[in-house]
């Protein structure tokens, strides 16, 4: 019998139409994108079957877009019976996995993650900040090349995502360099198409605003096992779960440390739960011998429903 955990996406797996197949076919997953629309008091729906890219590209709206559509997703998961023993999401990932874990509920979580995207967009101004992804290099090396540059500004590991890929954060003039350190080590760079520089220690400016968000936020136990980016271990006490979104958004994300915690626990199954498939992907690098799958349309269900009638047999 398959152990499964549910993983969801951050940002950066949106795109145009992400959810609406679902949507169009799904009254539990329709329910879902009506429900945001009327917690947003605009057809966010529409932006996200419609929009533009460069509309969705908005940190304000990108991160209540995906938390929408992995949740939508969930609904027909859950609808069609399937239950994980355990979640965890990657960075903005995390609030649509509390959802799964019924910790929080979608009508506190949506204005939550709207008002985090907003805080998050306000800590750097537009252009002082960025991100990038380093390819091929251990993790002693992308230590070192930060470190190197940081002389000239803040850069930061943020997202320790799989061997061979972590994700840097910081001032622009320092990124670059580091970059440029990273190529001179035969590493490759990719800047990313984000705003700011997330989970870096830039973003501390924003844990009050933050705290105050969470504060009054109701967060119930886990009904599943849930594991934080924090300090990619288990967490069950809300409280501590609370403190963990607060300190999350300056935090670099643990990611392959979650993996390899779920799979040191027995879990061989992961389902990507939202747009996009990065985490499948990251998935396929952490441990080839687990089954891996996304979902965010009718053909990835059915692949999905496919595997587990044949493990049933």
Same mark, same amino acid.
């Given at each position: 019998m398959a152990k499964c955990a549910f993983v969801f996406p951050g940002q950066g797996s949106q795109y145009i139409g992400m959810g609406k197949e679902l949507a169009d076919n799904f009254a539990v997953a329709r329910g879902v994108f009506e429900e945001a629309d009327d917690l947003m008091g605009f057809a966010l729906s529409d932006l996200i079957f419609h929009g533009t890219d460069q509309q969705l590209r908005q940190t304000e709206i990108t991160q209540p877009a995906i938390l929408t559509v992995s949740l939508a997703v969930l609904a027909v998961l859950k609808e069609r019976g399937l239950v994980p023993e355990g979640t965890a999401g990657l960075s903005l990932g995390e609030y649509s996995s509390l959802v799964? &874990? @019924?910790? %929080?509920?979608? &009508? @506190?979580? %949506?204005?939550?993650?709207?008002?985090?995207?907003?805080?998050?967009?306000?800590?750097?101004?537009?252009?002082k900040g960025g991100m990038a992804a380093i390819m091929g290099l251990s993790t002693e090396d992308v230590v070192s090349v930060c470190r190197d540059a940081h002389s000239i500004g803040v850069v930061e590991p943020v997202n320790f995502n799989c061997p061979g890929q972590i994700v840097i954060a910081g001032l622009v003039e320092a990124l670059e360099e580091a970059c440029r350190l990273a190529k001179e080590k035969k590493g490759r760079t990719v800047m990313l198409s984000v705003s700011a520089p997330f989970h870096s220690s830039l973003l501390s400016v924003i844990e009050d605003k933050m705290a105050a968000l969470v504060r009054n936020t109701p967060i119930k136990q886990p009904v599943i096992s849930f594991a934080s980016n924090v300090n990619a271990d288990y967490m069950s006490d809300p409280e501590e779960i609370r403190a963990s979104l607060v300190k999350q958004v300056y935090s670099p994300v643990l990611w392959e440390e979650i993996v390899r915690l779920f799979i040191g626990d027995g879990y061989d199954t992961f389902v990507e739960v939202g747009p996009g498939r990065a985490l499948t992907g990251f998935m396929k690098k952490i441990d080839k011998g687990v089954a891996a799958f996304h979902v965010?349309?009718?053909?990835?269900l059915k692949n999905l429903l496919d595997h587990l009638e044949e493990e049933a047999q």
């Open positions: 799964c &874990a @019924d910790c %929080l509920t979608f &009508a @506190d979580a %949506l204005p939550m993650v709207k008002q985090r995207a907003i805080y998050m967009q306000e800590a750097i101004p537009s252009g965010e349309d009718e053909q990835t």
